[in-house]
């Protein structure tokens, strides 16, 4: 029979979510975790617009729920999910997962991505998006991603630039995150990799509309990454 | 006498008491002092005497005069890119490392709000 999810195991799953300029977007998605009984940290990255009041908004419906940091500058998706990463730790979570905040994944993932961790099957887990649904240019991007961080950093994986990963307390103290960008996604599977630590991938939901597209993987992003890769070959 | 023989002695001079009054002012080090004084002298000893600068390309097995110059300053400027850049990456990683810090020590409570 297949283990089901208990109450006691989403409390002691805590959710990151780093979130720049989301005002328009982030709040039914922490609604959405927070409904599903999953703990969260926020990180507002220095966003300009009012993200932060719109996560003290729901964070007043969740009190217990909901955690929020906020970084005084805008320094990217990596450190935002960095500090996430490390607030984290205060908790004593068990299982730690990172999802985008665009609502371009959804919370009813989130069983199925810790699944794996909760059985022993693995400490970490990356969330697949299904390439037939990307659009073409994103797709391209991606293949590309994944070639790269193949080539670059000698892992196999079928979406290399997913944001929606998670892990066990234990595998993320053995591992070290120093992207500041995009590269925090290639960066997290190969420091899996490296630290050999028994990881799964679980096929999940993305909801692509004009706004999500409009961040992530393009081709400028893809290039940067490329040139990040290729610094810390040094 | 040409006219850049005058001239780049007169910017090395005015260069060279700038570096000087910034190091009066403690913004810039010794080392820079001298460093940026080499440089200017060599500026207006190749303006004044064009013919030295032949004699130092040869040493280097260099034909023309004037390319030494010009190979030596695209030497100086990719060093100072190359400086530069290293100096804004160490700054960055410096600055992340402060803002990631003290986001972590404050956490926002909706007390923080009502203040």
């Not at chain 2, 110059?69 to 402060?98: E, G, P, R, S, T």
Request: hydrophobic content about 45%; glycine content about 4%; proline content about 3%.
């Amino acid at each position: 029979m297949e283990y089901e999810i208990t109450a006691e195991d989403k409390n002691e799953t805590y959710v990151v979510l780093p979130a720049y300029n989301e005002a328009t977007r982030i709040q039914p998605v922490i609604e959405a975790i927070a409904e599903k009984g999953y703990n969260m940290v926020i990180v507002n990255d220095g966003s300009l617009d009012n993200t932060l009041d719109v996560i003290l908004e729901s964070k007043r419906k969740y009190p217990n729920r909901i955690h929020v940091y906020s970084l005084l500058i805008n320094r990217g998706v990596g450190i935002a999910t960095q500090t996430g990463f490390d607030a984290v730790l205060k908790y004593n979570p068990k299982y730690i997962v990172s999802m985008d905040s665009d609502g371009q994944h959804s919370a009813d993932d989130l069983d199925n991505v810790i699944k794996p961790l909760v059985t022993g099957e693995a400490e970490a887990v990356i969330g697949v998006r299904p390439l037939k649904d990307m659009p073409f240019t994103r797709n391209f991007a991606n293949s590309i991603m994944n070639l790269l961080t193949r080539i670059f950093y000698r892992v196999d994986v079928s979406d290399s630039q997913t944001g929606f990963r998670a892990i066990t307390k234990g595998a993320l103290n053995k591992i070290s995150i120093n992207a500041t960008g995009y590269l925090i996604s290639s960066e997290f599977i190969r420091e899996i990799n490296d630290n050999n630590i028994p990881f799964a991938e679980v096929p999940i939901e993305t909801i692509y509309t004009p706004e999500t597209q409009a961040k992530g993987t393009n081709v400028t992003v893809a290039i940067k990454i490329l040139l990040q890769m290729i610094k810390h070959q040094f | 006498m040409l006219l850049y023989s005058l001239i780049f002695p007169i910017i090395s001079l005015i260069a060279i008491v700038g570096i000087v009054l910034r190091y009066m002012k403690r913004k810039n080090s010794f080392t820079t002092v001298i460093l940026w004084s080499i440089f200017w002298i060599f500026v207006s000893v190749f303006a004044l005497f064009p013919n030295l600068s032949t004699s130092f390309a040869s040493a280097f097995g260099i034909t023309r005069g004037l390319d030494f110059v010009i190979i030596l300053v695209f030497i100086i400027l990719f060093y100072i890119a190359l400086k530069l850049y290293f100096i804004v990456d160490k700054m960055q990683n410096d600055l992340n490392k402060i803002v990631k810090e003290v986001a972590i020590q404050n956490e926002i409570t909706l007390d923080d709000e009502e203040e």
